[in-house]
């Protein structure tokens, strides 16, 4: 691995003094909340017809923007705040195993590196039936008792935890491996803590998909954090993912990701997300837990935009925009978190076969919000 991650950096570095992906903007003036006009190309004098237009991404993507974060602040009602403190907080959090591997002056010379897990068991759309309170056997019999739609709980995502925890700890000693452990799987923290998770025990058991998606993400609220987000499943992966993130850190930048690389149809739904499964961040540049709560408020309210404006076609509904069902999570990404994040940097990495038709323009709109973004093809 540490082959690979010298051939990225070397690979960044040369992308860099190429300035590939600059395109000579001002990243510096970039808001949130700003609506660009559409880019214009000049033409004339090269055989062109005048000028072009193009469609820059908040064109075609809503954001949830700072008037919507104060409607929030101001609409919100006690019951609701309470609702939400159900599902995103946390009842306990174990803060010794993790740390206790580093000599505290050494601990306290470094930045803080987190790999933040999310743990729970639910089916994940809203019309699905609820399941039993689990336990251990019957999350190992899960399948055998009918009760397992795609993967095994136990299988897919707990016995990973199990069989390469020790393994991640031993490659990399200095970082946190954080666990968000839904609150019906209490009986698991022992073990987890055990082997050197720093559990997290949430209020909520989830309701489906969500709230348990989201909190993972919870981790970027710690200032001067780094945060590497996996999927429990991906656990035995997780030193690549880990190297990416280090390496943003070492370029300056915010974010690394991989967008959607498909060319899926976008005539009925769009499916596009700039940001697939795991990534990494720094922490401390937005408040995560607020803009979650504002996301499913504004949702709940009906004035959460669930369109994306495609060039040719108009308005087209968003795919996987339903709370509490699979993907809401990726659609908060897009909508909250990708533009708060982009501002400091995106290094992307980009799959040699991306064939998506709407990624030029997403490319296009992390360079202009930091000319210093870079890509990478693997």
């Not at 639910?122 to 309170?133: C, Q, R, S, W």
């Not at 987890?192 to 969500?210: F, I, N, P, Q, T």
């Not at 995560?288 to 959460?304: D, K, P, Q, S, Y």
Request: glycine share 8%.
């Amino acid at each position: 691995m540490v082959g690979w991650a010298a051939m990225m950096e070397a690979a960044s570095d040369f992308l860099t003094k190429l300035r590939r992906l600059s395109l000579g903007r001002d990243g510096s003036k970039f808001m949130l909340e700003c609506k660009r006009s559409a880019s214009m190309i000049d033409m004339e004098g090269e055989g062109g017809h005048g000028k072009h237009s193009f469609v820059s991404w908040t064109e075609i993507f809503p954001v949830l923007d700072e008037s919507m974060m104060e409607a929030y602040r101001s609409g919100v009602t006690d019951e609701e705040r309470e609702e939400f403190e159900g599902w995103f907080g946390v009842k306990t959090q174990d803060w010794k195993t993790q740390d206790a591997r580093l000599d505290k002056a050494e601990a306290g010379l470094r930045k803080r590196h987190i790999v933040s897990v999310s743990l729970f068991w639910k089916h994940v759309n809203g019309g699905d039936p609820e399941l039993p309170v689990p336990d251990r056997e019957l999350l190992i019999d899960a399948r055998r008792l009918g009760l397992v739609k795609r993967f095994s709980p136990w299988e897919c995502y707990i016995e990973p935890l199990f069989l390469h925890s020790a393994e991640m700890m031993r490659r990399h000693p200095e970082v946190t491996f954080r666990v968000y452990l839904a609150a019906d799987l209490e009986f698991l923290a022992a073990e987890l803590a055990e082997l050197g998770w720093e559990v997290c025990l949430m209020k909520s058991s989830s309701l489906r998909y969500c709230p348990g998606g989201f909190w993972r993400f919870l981790a970027l609220e710690e200032a001067d954090a780094l945060v590497t987000v996996v999927d429990a499943d991906r656990i035995g992966q997780a030193s690549g993912d880990i190297e990416r993130t280090e390496l943003m850190a070492r370029l300056g930048l915010s974010l690394w990701r991989v967008p959607g690389y498909y060319n899926a149809d976008t005539s009925k739904e769009v499916r596009y997300r700039p940001i697939l499964g795991g990534f990494g961040a720094r922490g401390g540049l937005m408040p995560v837990r607020e803009c979650i709560e504002a996301f499913v408020w504004h949702w709940r309210h009906g004035t959460l935009p669930l369109t994306a404006n495609i060039p040719g076609r108009g308005e087209v509904p968003m795919k996987f925009a339903n709370w509490p069902d699979y993907g809401f999570d990726e659609w908060f990404q897009l909508a909250a978190m990708y533009p708060r994040l982009v501002p400091g940097g995106t290094l992307s990495f980009i799959p040699a076969d991306a064939r998506s038709q709407l990624l030029p323009v997403d490319i296009e709109y992390v360079t202009w919000a930091n000319p210093r973004s870079e890509l990478v093809y693997f």
